[in-house]
């Protein structure tokens, strides 16, 4: 395993044992190059409650590129809203110790814009 990824691994570690001591549903977000994924876990994180990819078919037909800003954007948009519907209004961020920059800051900002507190 590379630099790279070890340090990636040491932030979600952190991360994850924050987020243990909060009584709150978790947003857990993953990223590869080419899609962007998203999904809502319950308190003990047992259960998936809702989930938004780059991978639908709704989405995907709408967009010409995947892995970029913009389609991050349209998943916290989905998330949120699937979120809201179900009762879900607050929830604890994970990022999977990606930095928080680019599409994960896109979609978080998206997400936060369309009604979801963390």
Do not use: P, W
Request: aromatic fraction near 6%; glycine fraction near 8%.
């Amino acid at each position: 395993m590379n630099k790279k990824v070890k340090s990636r691994y040491k932030r979600a570690l952190k991360i994850r044992s924050k987020m243990k001591k909060r009584d709150v549903a978790c947003l857990t977000i993953h990223r590869t190059s080419r899609h962007i994924y998203a999904q809502i876990t319950s308190i003990g994180g047992s259960k998936t409650l809702a989930c938004a990819s780059t991978t639908e078919k709704d989405v995907k037909k709408n967009l010409i590129r995947t892995g970029n800003k913009k389609s991050a954007g349209i998943i916290g948009k989905i998330i949120a809203e699937r979120c809201l519907k179900i009762g879900i209004k607050k929830v604890c961020f994970d990022r999977s110790g990606f930095k928080y920059h680019g599409r994960i800051l896109t979609l978080a900002e998206s997400a936060r814009d369309h009604g979801l507190q963390f």
